[in-house]
C-alpha cells in the first residue's frame, strides 16, 4: 500500500528526522548518515539474570508519595525484576566499500623498495574497486522464553555474520536469526540455553496516552541504563506506515534499539525503535513498535520462518479541507483511493479511485496513515469491512485482504473520452492521441498542455493528464464545466503523472 501525497499522520514537512541506525555503536551494521528530510532510527540494550519470586502487578508499579498532592511511579521493581531478562546484543558483519586501484598502496614516490612489492600484490579486490570492510553494531533485546527466544529490532541484526547475546550476569552466547521483518522492524533470536528469565508480555491496545513507562537499555554501551517517561501518543504513522508506533517521551538513544518498553505493571508493551533527531541523538520524542504488532510477527517466524503481510492493493492520499470541500465531506478525515491494483483485493471488492475510506472493521480512519497501520495486524485472507464515502453517502464494502508479496499490475486508468480545450479552472485541455494512449497505457484521457491560474497554483503541471474531477470521469469539456459549476469551494483533479495517479485540490471559490 502506498501513501503518495500526505501519507502519514506525521508529514515529512512537519517532522523533520534523522536516519541513524539504531542501536548503532561505532559503525553499526545498517548504520546510515543523519540526513535531515529522514526518519530516525534508535534503539536499546541491556542484560540479564535470574528472576527473583515475582511481585504481584500492583505492587510493581505502585506509586510513590513525594509531596502533597504529588504521586510519582516507583520503577525499582520493575528494574530489579525485569531486567535481568534485557540482553545486549553485539552484531559484527562486513560491508563493501569502493577502492581505486591505488588505495593500498603505501605512501612515497616509486623508489621506496617496497612500492612495487605493494603494487604488485596488493588484495586483487582493491585492484576491481571493492573490498570487504568490517563493521560492528550494538543494540538490545528481551528474552521471552526460557528456552533463549528473543525479540530485538530488524535493523540491529540486519547484515550480521555473527550476533553474541550478552545476558546481565556476564554470560554471553552465540545468538541465531531465527528471522526478521524490515517492514516492521522486529527480528526474532534463539540462544541455546535453558531456564532463562522472561519478561511478562503486555497488551499495547490497553495502554493509554499519559501514561507511565520506561526503557531498560544500553544507550552509547552504557549498559542496563533506565529511562522513563509517558505515552505522548497512540497510531503514531511514519516512514510507510506498516507500524501503529507509540510515541513516549522516553529517552532512547543510539544503543537502546530492540529494547523493552515497559508499563508500571512491569509488562513489555513496546519495542523501541526509532527516535526523532536533528542530530543523531534524542530529542524528546521517541518511538516503539506495539507489542501486539511484534508478536504477530514473532509468531509466524516461529512457524513458518516468514513473514507474509495483509495487502489492501490500494494508493491512498491524505484527506484535507479541500478535498472535504470537493467530495461534500463533513470534516477533512479518512483515506483518499487514488489508485486501485488491478486484480487486487479493492479491486475485487468494487473499490473505486475517488473513494474515501472512513472506517476498517468499524475503527474510524482520521488520517490515512491510520489505514495501513490498522492493517498491521492482519493476515492475508482476513475479510474487513470497510465503510467508504461515495457519491455524497457512506457505502460498507466487505473484502477480502490480499498478501503483500504477490504481485499485481496497476491499474488502467477509467476511460475518459476526449475534449475541447478550455475550462474555468485555467487549463488547456486535448484529447490523447492514439500514439500517447498506447506509450502511456492510458486508454483515454484530457492532456493537460497548459497550466495556470488556480490550477497552476495547487501543482497542476504541463503534460499531466486529466483522468476525472471529484471522482467522475470526464469526457467532455461540458462535463468538466458542469462538475466545475456544481462545485462552491473546490475540486478534486485525479491525474496521471508519469507512472503515478494522485488527487490535486484545486480552490475555485
Given at each position: 500500500m502506498?501513501?503518495?501525497v500526505?501519507t502519514?499522520?506525521i ?6 528526522l534523522?536516519?541513524?541506525a539504531?542501536g548503532a555503536i561505532g559503525g ?5 548518515a543523519?540526513?535531515h528530510n529522514?526518519?530516525v532510527a534508535s534503539g536499546a540494550?541491556?542484560?540479564?539474570a535470574?528472576l527473583?519470586a ?7 508499579g505502585?506509586p ?9 511511579p516507583?520503577f525499582?521493581?520493575?528494574v530489579?525484576r525485569?531486567?535481568?531478562a534485557v540482553?545486549n546484543?553485539?552484531?559484527t558483519?562486513?560491508t563493501?566499500?569502493s577502492?581505486g586501484?591505488n588505495?593500498?598502496l603505501?605512501r ?5 623498495p617496497?612500492?612495487e ?11 576491481r574497486g ?5 563493521v560492528f553494531?550494538?543494540?538490545?533485546g528481551?528474552?521471552?522464553s526460557?528456552?533463549?527466544?528473543i525479540?530485538?529490532?530488524?535493523h540491529?541484526v540486519r547484515?550480521?555474520s555473527?550476533?553474541t ?6 554470560r554471553?552466547y ?12 522486529v527480528?526474532?533470536l534463539?540462544?541455546e540455553?535453558?531456564n ?6 503486555g497488551k499495547?491496545?490497553?495502554l493509554k ?5 520506561i526503557?531498560?537499555g544500553?544507550p552509547?554501551g ?7 517517561g509517558v505515552v505522548?501518543?497512540k497510531g503514531r504513522?511514519i516512514?510507510?506506515?506498516?507500524v ?5 517521551d522516553?529517552?532512547v538513544?543510539p ?6 518498553l515497559?508499563?508500571?505493571?512491569g509488562?513489555v508493551?513496546?519495542i523501541?525503535?526509532?527516535?526523532y ?7 524528546g ?8 504488532v511484534a508478536n ?7 512457524t513458518?520462518g516468514?513473514?507474509?503481510h495483509a495487502k489492501?492493493g ?6 484535507n479541507?479541500?478535498?472535504?470541500d ?7 478525515e479518512?483515506?483518499l ?7 487486487g ?5 468494487g473499490?473505486k479511485s475517488?473513494?474515501?475510506i472512513?472506517?476498517?472493521?468499524g475503527q474510524p480512519?482520521i488520517?490515512?496513515g ?8 492482519s493476515?492475508p485472507?482476513?475479510r474487513v469491512?470497510l465503510?467508504?464515502w461515495?457519491d455524497?453517502?457512506?457505502v460498507q464494502i466487505?473484502a477480502k485482504?490480499?498478501?503483500a508479496s504477490?504481485k499485481?499490475a ?6 475518459v ?6 475550462g ?5 485541455l486535448?484529447?490523447l492521441e492514439p500514439?500517447?494512449?498506447r506509450?502511456?497505457?492510458i486508454a ?6 497548459d497550466?495556470?491560474g ?6 497542476v503541471q504541463?503534460?499531466d493528464v486529466l483522468?476525472?474531477i471529484n471522482?467522475?470521469?470526464?469526457s467532455s469539456?461540458?462535463?468538466?464545466r458542469?462538475?466545475?459549476g456544481k462545485?462552491t469551494?473546490?475540486?478534486a ?5 508519469g ?5 490535486i485540490?484545486v480552490r475555485?471559490?
Amino acid at each position: 500500500m502506498q501513501n503518495v501525497v500526505a501519507t502519514t499522520a506525521i508529514s515529512a514537512k512537519r517532522l523533520t528526522l534523522a536516519l541513524v541506525a539504531a542501536g548503532a555503536i561505532g559503525g553499526a551494521v545498517g548504520a546510515v548518515a543523519v540526513n535531515h528530510n529522514n526518519a530516525v532510527a534508535s534503539g536499546a540494550v541491556s542484560a540479564a539474570a535470574p528472576l527473583a519470586a515475582p511481585v504481584p502487578p500492583a505492587a510493581i508499579g505502585a506509586p510513590t508519595q513525594v509531596a502533597a498532592g504529588v504521586v510519582l511511579p516507583d520503577f525499582t521493581q520493575i528494574v530489579s525484576r525485569m531486567g535481568p531478562a534485557v540482553v545486549n546484543i553485539q552484531v559484527t558483519g562486513s560491508t563493501k566499500t569502493s577502492a581505486g586501484p591505488n588505495a593500498r598502496l603505501p605512501r612515497g614516490n616509486e623508489n621506496d623498495p617496497f612500492f612495487e612489492f605493494f603494487r604488485r600484490f596488493q588484495d586483487p579486490r582493491a585492484q576491481r574497486g571493492q573490498r570487504e570492510v568490517p563493521v560492528f553494531g550494538a543494540g538490545s533485546g528481551f528474552i521471552i522464553s526460557p528456552d533463549g527466544v528473543i525479540l530485538t529490532n530488524a535493523h540491529v541484526v540486519r547484515d550480521a555474520s555473527e550476533v553474541t547475546v550478552k545476558l546481565q550476569d556476564r554470560r554471553e552466547y552465540r545468538a541465531k536469526v531465527l528471522g526478521s521483518d524490515p517492514k516492521t522492524d522486529v527480528a526474532v533470536l534463539k540462544i541455546e540455553a535453558k531456564n532463562l528469565p522472561v519478561v511478562p508480555i503486555g497488551k499495547s491496545t490497553d495502554l493509554k496516552v499519559g501514561e507511565w513507562v520506561i526503557a531498560i537499555g544500553s544507550p552509547f554501551g552504557l549498559e542496563s541504563s533506565v529511562t522513563a517517561g509517558v505515552v505522548s501518543a497512540k497510531g503514531r504513522s511514519i516512514d510507510d506506515g506498516h507500524v501503529p508506533f507509540i510515541q513516549t517521551d522516553v529517552a532512547v538513544n543510539p544503543g537502546n534499539s530492540g529494547g523493552p518498553l515497559f508499563n508500571t505493571r512491569g509488562e513489555v508493551i513496546g519495542i523501541n525503535s526509532q527516535i526523532y533527531s536533528q542530530t543523531g541523538g534524542y530529542q524528546g520524542l521517541s518511538f516503539a513498535i506495539p507489542i501486539d504488532v511484534a508478536n504477530r510477527i514473532k509468531d509466524q517466524i516461529v512457524t513458518t520462518g516468514k513473514v507474509q503481510h495483509a495487502k489492501l492493493g490500494v494508493t491512498i492520499q491524505e484527506v484535507n479541507q479541500a478535498f472535504a470541500d470537493s467530495f461534500n465531506l463533513a470534516s477533512p478525515e479518512g483515506a483518499l483511493v487514488s489508485n486501485i491494483e488491478r486484480g487486487g483485493a479493492a479491486d475485487k471488492a468494487g473499490l473505486k479511485s475517488g473513494d474515501v475510506i472512513r472506517k476498517l472493521n468499524g475503527q474510524p480512519i482520521i488520517a490515512s496513515g491510520d489505514l495501513p497501520a490498522m492493517m498491521s495486524t492482519s493476515k492475508p485472507g482476513d475479510r474487513v469491512v470497510l465503510d467508504v464515502w461515495r457519491d455524497g453517502k457512506i457505502v460498507q464494502i466487505p473484502a477480502k485482504l490480499g498478501n503483500a508479496s504477490d504481485k499485481v499490475a496497476a491499474a488502467e486508468p477509467e476511460a475518459v473520452d476526449a475534449a475541447e480545450p478550455g475550462g474555468k479552472l485555467g487549463l488547456s485541455l486535448r484529447p490523447l492521441e492514439p500514439i500517447e494512449k498506447r506509450q502511456s497505457g492510458i486508454a483515454s484521457g484530457l492532456v493537460i498542455e497548459d497550466a495556470g491560474g488556480a490550477s497552476a497554483s495547487a501543482g497542476v503541471q504541463a503534460g499531466d493528464v486529466l483522468l476525472s474531477i471529484n471522482g467522475r470521469p470526464v469526457s467532455s469539456v461540458a462535463q468538466v464545466r458542469d462538475v466545475v459549476g456544481k462545485s462552491t469551494k473546490s475540486v478534486a483533479l485525479l491525474i496521471q503523472r508519469g507512472n503515478d495517479r494522485i488527487f490535486i485540490p484545486v480552490r475555485i471559490g
